[in-house]
């Protein structure tokens, strides 16, 4: 087992457009990583402004690399303010 990420992104009304937007380039961007084994994210069904996600990574240099990456990206950017709550184990 690698290194596994899961919990949520909250997100306001006013921010799930650019959520929406960028959200599937972020996907595709995340499963083509080296190392990664799966990358999830989808909206709660009992609370549309949280997104679920759990993630895993092969090893913890995959996974920082992964960080990494998305920190510098556009969706790490325009979400860079948005409440998070991840468990990482």
Partial sequence: MGVILS????????DIAIVEKHLP???RL?????GCISFNV?????NPNRY????????????????TRVRA?????VTAHLNRKYKIT
């Avoid at 919990?7 to 006013?14: H, I, L």
Wanted: charged content about 30%.
């Fill in 52 to 67: 679920l996600v759990d993630e895993e990574f092969a090893t913890q240099a995959s996974f920082d690399a992964h960080q």
């Fill in 25 to 27: 380039t972020h996907i």
């Fill in 30 to 34: 995340s499963r083509a990583e080296d």
């Fill in 73 to 77: 990206s556009e969706w790490g950017q």
């Fill in 42 to 46: 989808h909206v709660d069904p009992e």
């Fill in 7 to 14: 919990g949520y992104v909250d997100v306001p009304d006013a």
